[in-house]
């Protein structure tokens, strides 16, 4: 219900407003891409670009995993799409995929009334960093004290009943993963937001690295994939080149020469700092690992400092560079427990490293400074405390490394040393530590070979290790000569590592006998150049790949779709067959879609329905064919639309049927058991 204010209220409001807007000026206008160049600060709405936002469709939140995904247009549908309406939105993302970022052009798109906007009717919009919060439990009190710390003219009782008078108010709690109180079961405002038991008539977005533990099924989810290639592009012409096809054209092409680095650039935050440095550094090296580059990027931070000192600061710069030691534990001790943890009191941080080292990190952007509540914090008397972290989590797992190669090399037994240190999360510590060491390398190496999955990452890890592709290329080889899996259920990781594997093995000219994707509702990218996974990991054209199946679909493909994932197989130039397992998909597909090259090599196309229903696409007429278990054509048949059986019908009723298709009894039981027709009519 919608409470009237009286005048002096109507007159706070106004002062409210203007004061939120004020703090998110600050904040928007503040945009720091390169963090060692303190002085060129750009305003969000400059250098946002909108990567990949897929929203869950699912009825049901069950895991952060399950679910049907699909790819938006805009961050703007989160909020316009139909399918996605809800007064609780969760978006999701890994560190620096843009999360934080998208909360500021949200900021800024409401301050400064941007017609087209989601927020551009919202009365008021509340954006609140839940790391900033420390103990603070009211939501009323942690306005006051962070966004309207310079607005005295408003009290905290009088924001409760401004709030109140509302008709429109979206709230956006950003970084749940870093928020103090995570997890946890206090009946704070956070929390009581987030279960719509406080607010429940107002539009709440909550971004965070994971999903939080209790959430109600009105909870919608969204997601952000990181960077593409046209979004790359895109932050090139607005943020570093501006129109200039020629440097636009120029850049691309280092980050073409840096294969090894695609994976890494799709992370919004490290391209943007790739862009910037390629533009401005004429002379930038090819980098044969991640390890090397991000040894680069640190010589890049500090070379930038030094050229700031013209006395003896440069050669103390030079020798801090080296030794960091201090800095490496800390680092590795954060990463190193159950609960991480990614920030520390300033007060002991800098009496721990030493007050120069601390203060050159700061001055360099290594480290980072932001206030946060005091838990000595009482009643209305509110204390900060200045707390320090790594400019990215990146960061973190770069002096880790460090830290863990001193660690390995005097280990005997690693498991119990890194109980704690999960690889599918912390993946570039391990490649960082492999890339600065052999001899540690190669324990760390064995030690991932040992875990579920760890195969395909140990070969990643190699890699960082030499630096070569020469060295790989033998596990590369004995890898793409069997049927290479990509699951839903697997971890990104997992998925990482062979989507990059593949694309190694892809350049060299290594064949790829078979790839399946199991459950991962591949679709195309606009380029038609990557294939997308559920996950949002790309697979780009793999021109030495053989055979593509694609598994058990949870949606029927559109005709685009199917028509995109055609052209995407015609450019994997040696393809001899697709095949679909259980899909459904079009019943006939226009001729003018089939690329030329397709029916050029002959190229079969399968669609396997069940395990006694098969069909091949005629690639001259578009038409399905009938084939039967073994895939070979029935002169004069098409299946039609799948049929279930009555469940009624016997095993031997069944059997007489699939066995004239070929079947094996078990494959006829499992069949039956799961009601799969395999009858067919004549055309």
């Known amino acids: 219900m919608v409470m009237e204010l009286n005048p002096d209220l109507q007159e706070k409001k106004i002062f409210l407003i203007e004061g939120l807007k004020r703090t998110y000026k600050g904040q928007y206008d503040a945009i720091q891409p390169l963090p060692y160049i303190k002085d060129r600060l750009y305003c969000v709405d400059k250098v946002f670009v909108e990567g990949g936002v897929e929203v869950c469709l ?88 962070f966004l309207l710390f310079n607005e005295p003219r408003v009290s905290k009782h009088e924001i409760e009943k401004i709030i109140h008078s509302c008709s429109s108010v979206h709230i956006i709690l950003d970084g749940y993963d870093e928020y103090p109180g995570r997890d946890s079961n206090d009946n704070d405002d956070v929390h009581r937001i987030i279960k719509m038991e406080l607010f429940a008539d107002f539009d709440v977005s909550l971004t965070t690295r994971y999903l ?33 096809d020629e440097a636009v054209a120029e850049i691309k092409q280092r980050l073409n020469e840096n294969s090894i680095l695609a994976d890494l650039c799709q992370v919004p935050l490290i391209f943007v700092m790739f ?79 030493g007050p120069e080292l601390y203060d050159q990190y700061i001055l360099i952007g290594i480290l980072v400074e932001e206030d946060v509540v005091s838990d000595d914090s009482t009643g209305d008397n509110v204390l900060f405390t200045t707390m320090v972290r790594f400019y990215h989590k990146l960061f973190c797992e770069w002096y880790a490394a460090h830290h863990l190669v001193t660690l390995v090399k005097n280990a005997h037994d690693l498991s119990d040393m890194l109980r704690f240190l999960d690889p599918f999360d912390l993946q570039y510590l391990f490649r960082f530590a ?137 450019q994997c130039t040696i393809l001899t067959k697709l095949q679909f397992n259980w899909y459904d998909l079009p019943d006939t597909i226009p001729v003018g879609s089939i690329p030329p090259s397709l029916k050029s090599r002959n190229v079969k196309v399968w669609n396997k329905i069940d395990f006694g229903r098969s069909r091949r696409l005629n690639l001259q007429t578009g038409q399905w064919q009938a084939c039967d278990f073994k895939g070979n054509l029935l002169r004069g048949e098409v299946f039609s639309t799948p049929v279930f059986f009555d469940n009624m019908r016997s095993l031997e009723s069944f059997s007489k049927v699939g066995e004239g298709l070929g079947m094996a009894k078990e494959e006829l039981s499992f069949s039956h058991k799961f009601g799969c027709s395999t009858e067919s009519e004549k055309v």
């Not at 030079?318 to 800390?330: P, R, T």
């Open 58 to 145: 699912a009825p049901e939140l069950t895991s952060g995993t399950g679910g049907s995904w699909e790819r938006l247009e805009s961050y703007k549908s989160i909020y316009t799409d139909i399918r996605f309406k809800s007064k609780r939105r969760i978006i999701q993302g890994e560190p620096g995929y843009g999360k934080s970022t998208l909360t500021l052009q949200l900021a800024y798109d409401w301050c400064n009334d941007v017609s087209d906007s989601p927020m551009n009717n919202v009365e008021i919009l509340i954006l609140l960093r839940l790391r900033q919060l420390g103990s603070i439990k009211s939501l009323y009190r942690a306005i006051k004290s």
């Open 212 to 244: 939080p533990e209790s959430l109600r099924k009105e909870t919608k989810r969204a997601k952000l994939t990181g960077f593409d290639d046209k979004a790359r592009d895109e932050y090139i012409c607005k943020a570093v080149v501006g129109n200039n």
């Open 275 to 353: 862009a910037h440095m390629a533009h401005d550094q004429r002379d930038l090296m090819k980098f044969k690992s991640v390890t090397q580059f991000f040894k680069h990027m640190i010589i890049c931070f500090y070379d930038h400092l030094k050229q700031k000192f013209k006395d003896n600061r440069s050669n103390k710069l030079y020798l801090h560079e080296m030794e960091h030691h201090k800095l490496d534990k800390i680092a590795f001790v954060g990463l190193n427990k159950k609960n991480q943890q990614l920030s520390w009191i300033k007060t002991r941080f800098r009496q721990r490293v």
């Open 434 to 570: 492999c890339g600065l060491n052999p001899n540690a390398g190669k324990k760390l190496i064995n030690h991932l070979k040992g875990l579920p999955g760890g195969d395909k990452f140990a070969i990643l890890c190699i890699l960082e290790q030499t630096g070569d592709v020469n060295d790989i290329m033998d596990s590369v080889k004995e890898l793409c000569s069997r049927r290479v899996e990509i699951k839903k259920g697997d971890s990104a990781l997992l998925q990482r590592s062979t989507t990059q594997l593949l694309e190694i093995a892809s350049k060299n000219h290594i064949p790829i006998s078979c790839v399946l994707l199991q459950s991962c509702s591949p679709r195309v990218d606009e380029s038609g150049l990557n294939l997308i996974l559920q996950s949002g990991l790309s697979l780009s054209i793999l021109s030495s790949l053989q055979k593509l199946w694609i598994g058990e679909g949870d949606r029927k493909l559109t005709n685009e779709e199917w028509a995109a994932i055609l052209s995407y197989s015609s």
